[in-house]
């Protein structure tokens, strides 16, 4: 970090002696504020068959400029996706990457899952929420991103797959006649380091290339004590344009070997002033009041070295290493072709290729409320009694259960082990690992004609996807402290005098080394054909859209998920271990790794969706748009392999609903531009279907486990049947999205940008479900000894995690006197609900931030940038736990996790171009 320092007071320094450059050079930055004015007379390629001004379009859409990208210098993709109205991104709080970006009230867990994100017009892999590979593990903007374009509704859901929310296209540069190319570096003060570059140009009269991409580290703006992201990509691509225009052929191969922390959760406490939130009267977590147990909100993480190794196991036993420095590690090839040729008679014809193969690490600490550490440590001795028996009555002389940092215990003598503090983290470190391979082919035959005074172009496309998602993950349980540099801890049952009684409970921290797994091996095939038709009339001031589409898809696939009902759990103690002794561990006795029965199944489904929609064009400035859509999304694996069929706690029937998701969309707005005022304001109306969805599986608790003992009880018996309950969501909402950008000649030199969202999503249910298990304390002992359903629905309520409002202002000033320009960015988001339940009901509160920068000239070619993230600090929480009476400690207050907003942040740059 000092050396970042010292880079950025050098670079200032050197600013501030710069001398003031040529009047050309001034003109330069006020020219970039003037290319901002005519943003609606931008060239548009994604949604449509043809290249397409953005003000004829006859669907919503928004674009990202280069220019744009810079003055926003996002972490990532997710908090680029941000500034695009009706996108509702959870700031980037994940890190880098896998972050959740939601879009126009619809209801998700997280993830990508309505909005694919393409290159070039192609998904990099057909999945856009594939577990443990979100989408944007793909996309990774650098120097070779050119342009960011995002469409909603309309013909977006006709042409490409999973487009029910919207469809994001990142455009890539390539070569041209001129030579060209740039290098940046990049530092920031949590250790960041990047550089990027391009290069582009001709090789001769008809081939271009255009090579580039990035490389950076850094310790992570929530330091674990290592370097938490490395790595980065390269891609490049040739262009063949022949003499007459005629015949274009574009390769591409594209790198990813990358690496990056994925924050989770962190524990926090809340004074009990007042009961858990109901529907009338929510229960608000202002941040203000929340008190950290040890972990700073805007910077801090429970991940240490420490806390980043775990010995867990594989389905058959052996031993599996999870390494969370390893973070979120894709490593893919991909490749692409493009070929396009126009013909005689108006016809053209197009073919996009993409392979993709290789794999995603997804290694990660979630975690769940802490606990008291006498609550924990009078739990297990409560278990080791009820298991005393079955051990041949090793814990005859214990008299309780002791917790002690791993790193000081040195044999059975506990005296001298030092104990944990009061409250422990309970962390879910969670192994991941994806293999992915994705062939995909979209192919477009065009024909121009006139037909009386109307001139069409109507496109017939066929689209197919050959992709396989090969998995096996495993969760588990571990004990920690909550503090900057985390330690682990270690549970063991000791006599009066602290020595080690019998088998430890814990084992480097791990009291579970697989909560529940997952593995399946599965292929899917998805086709679809799709017809667009383009209408120009009245002189072309009326443009009409008809869009159709059907699509296909087939699964196969084995899967072998150890929540299955029917799976047991697994006793995976060494040979040479003698059971009982204080050589042996529980934490190996009940292992549930995925190694039930090997489910097969194939599976098909298919729909059809259409889109109409119309652009009139008043004048030169101004027009009018109206569409209206019927669109669809196939299901994913979280529908067909994570989430498994349920089961009808009665009758052990297996029930599976409707997987396939719809959605009916009616949006119109208008979208002026002239030399001072670029304006566009739409207004939408979405009736949403779900899936069926999937509560949590649960133990039955009217049934017993092992022992006969009733698994209502607490702490619960091994092997209780399981039970799951399914059910279906509806939404409808009603928004308005308005974007503008305003240059007045008046104040030459100052652009203000930004966009003002209003929405109101409201979700039914079709019936309440069983989501959760609650632990009370029955007699007032502090020792909970009883187990309840939360039952609970979401009728009627705002999707959680969905803001109302979003505001985000941008102005922007270049300076005429020097080659300067200033900016800033004001974000505002409304409250959130923690979850959608009845139950429980908790807001996280409404916040700002501000983000400002400065981007300085030295020369024609060499451009100096300074960028403060949340320059504020604001806080808030983006998810996380409700306040339930549940979650509590012995003085009453409230314990639960949350994943914060990132604290304030710098980063400075060079930029050299030529």
Not at 104 to 129: C, F, K, M, S, T
Not at 191 to 219: C, E, M, Q
Not at 270 to 275: E, F, K, Q, Y
Not at 676 to 696: H, R
């Amino acid at each position: 970090m000092n050396k970042t320092l010292h880079y950025l007071a050098a670079v200032s320094l050197l600013a501030g002696s710069s001398a003031v450059y040529a009047q050309d050079q001034v003109n330069k930055n006020i020219d970039k504020a003037a290319e901002e004015r005519s943003e609606t007379e931008v060239i548009i390629v994604t949604g449509v068959a043809k290249d397409t001004r953005k003000i004829d379009a006859t669907f919503s859409i928004n674009t990202i400029t280069p220019a744009d990208i810079q003055k926003l210098a996002p972490h990532g993709a997710a908090e680029l996706l941000g500034n695009i109205p009706g996108f509702f991104p959870e700031g980037g709080t994940a890190g880098e990457s896998h972050n959740n970006v939601l879009v126009r009230g619809l209801p998700q867990a997280g993830g990508y899952r309505y909005v694919p994100n393409l290159i070039d017009g192609l998904p990099v892999y057909e999945e856009p929420e594939a577990p443990f590979m979100n989408n944007d593990v793909f996309i990774k903007p650098d120097l070779m991103t050119v342009a960011v374009e995002a469409v909603k509704g309309g013909p977006g859901a006709i042409i490409y797959s999973n487009a029910l929310g919207a469809a994001v296209n990142y455009i890539t540069r390539t070569g041209t006649q001129d030579f060209e190319g740039a290098y940046k570096f990049e530092v920031g003060d949590w250790g960041h380091v990047r550089n990027d570059f391009y290069v582009a140009g001709p090789i001769n009269k008809n081939l271009t290339f255009a090579l580039g991409g990035f490389y950076r580290v850094a310790d992570g703006i929530r330091d674990p004590g290592y370097t938490g992201n490395s790595g980065g990509q390269i891609r490049g691509n040739l262009m063949y344009i022949s003499d007459d225009g005629t015949t274009q052929l574009k390769v591409q191969a594209h790198s990813i070997n990358d690496k990056t922390n994925f924050y989770q959760n962190i524990p926090y406490s809340i004074d009990n002033t007042r009961a858990p939130g109901t529907e009338d009267n929510p229960f608000t977590v202002s941040p203000g009041e929340v008190n950290s147990l040890g972990v700073d909100f805007g910077d801090g993480t429970v991940m240490s070295y420490q806390t980043s190794n775990y010995n867990l196991f594989n389905k058959d036993g052996t031993a599996l290493n999870l390494d969370i420095t390893d973070g979120i590690a894709p490593k893919f090839n991909i490749y692409t072709a493009e070929f396009i040729k126009d013909f005689a008679n108006e016809w053209s014809f197009k073919a996009s290729l993409r392979s993709t193969s290789g794999t995603n690490g997804f290694n990660a600490l979630f975690n769940d409320p802490a606990r008291e550490t006498s609550a924990l440590t009078a739990e297990q001795f409560a278990r080791i009694q009820g298991l005393n028996d079955s051990l041949d009555g090793a814990y005859d002389n214990a008299t309780g259960v002791k917790a002690y940092f791993t790193d000081t215990v040195t044999g059975t003598d506990l005296s001298t082990a030092v104990e944990a503090p009061s409250i422990l983290a309970h962390n879910i470190p969670v192994y991941g690992k994806v293999d992915a391979t994705s062939s995909t082919g979209d192919f477009q035959l065009s024909k121009e004609f006139e037909l009386a005074d109307t001139f069409h172009q109507v496109t017939f496309g066929l689209y197919t996807s050959h992709y396989t998602y090969d998995v096996s993950s495993v969760f588990a349980s571990a004990w920690s402290d909550i503090s900057e540099s985390s330690r682990l801890v270690d549970l063991y049952a000791v006599d009066a005098n602290e020595q080690q009684v019998g088998p430890s409970i814990t084992l480097g921290g791990v009291d579970q080394p697989a909560l529940f797994g997952l593995g399946a091996d599965s292929t899917m095939r998805t086709n679809a054909i799709y017809v667009l038709d383009h209408v120009s009339l009245l002189d072309d001031t009326l443009q009409l859209d008809f869009g159709f589409r059907w699509q296909e898809l087939s699964v196969d696939r084995v899967t072998t998920n150890s929540f299955d009902p029917g799976n047991t759990s697994n006793d995976f103690t060494p040979s040479d271990v003698v059971v009982g002794s204080t050589s042996d561990t529980l934490s190996d006795n009940f292992v549930n790794v995925p190694d039930g029965t090997p489910q097969f199944a194939s599976e098909e489904y298919d729909d059809i969706g259409w889109s109409i929609g119309a652009n009139y064009k008043v004048n030169d400035n101004y027009s009018v748009y109206l569409t209206v859509s019927d669109s669809f999304r196939l299901p994913g694996f979280e529908d067909y392999i994570f989430g498994g069929p349920a089961t009808n706690p009665s009758t052990g029937e297996i029930a599976r609903g409707d997987l396939v998701e719809s959605i009916s969309q009616i949006e119109g707005g208008f979208r002026f531009s002239d030399k001072e005022l670029t304006l566009g304001l739409s207004a939408f109306f979405i009736d949403f279907a779900a899936k069926e969805n999937l509560s949590p599986v649960l133990d039955d608790l009217s049934a017993t486990g092992t022992g006969g003992i009733s698994c209502s009880t607490f702490p619960e018996p091994a092997n209780c049947p399981k039970i799951r309950d399914n059910f279906r969501t509806t939404l409808e909402t009603v928004g308005i999205e308005l974007e503008a950008s305003y240059s007045p000649d008046a104040i030459e030199g100052l652009t203000i940008q930004g966009s003002v969202v209003w929405q109101d999503p409201e979700q039914s249910q079709s019936n309440e479900i069983r989501g959760g298990i609650s632990e009370i304390d029955t007699n007032n002992d502090n020792i909970n000894d009883t187990r309840v359903y939360d039952v609970s629905t979401g009728d009627k309520r705002r999707p959680r995690r969905q803001s109302q409002w979003l505001v985000n202002i941008r102005p922007s000033y270049s300076f005429g006197e020097v080659p300067l320009t200033l900016y800033g960015q004001v974000m505002y988001y409304s409250d959130r609900f923690a979850s959608d339940a009845n139950t429980n009901v908790t807001i996280y509160p409404a916040y700002t931030q501000i983000n400002a920068g400065a981007l300085y000239s030295f020369t024609d070619d060499l451009e100096f940038q300074f960028h403060v993230s949340n320059l504020n600090d604001a806080d808030s929480f983006t998810e996380g736990s409700s306040v339930e009476s549940g979650l509590s400690f012995s003085d009453g207050s409230y314990s639960g996790v949350a994943r914060p907003l990132l604290g304030r942040t710098m980063k400075a740059s060079l930029t050299y171009s030529f």
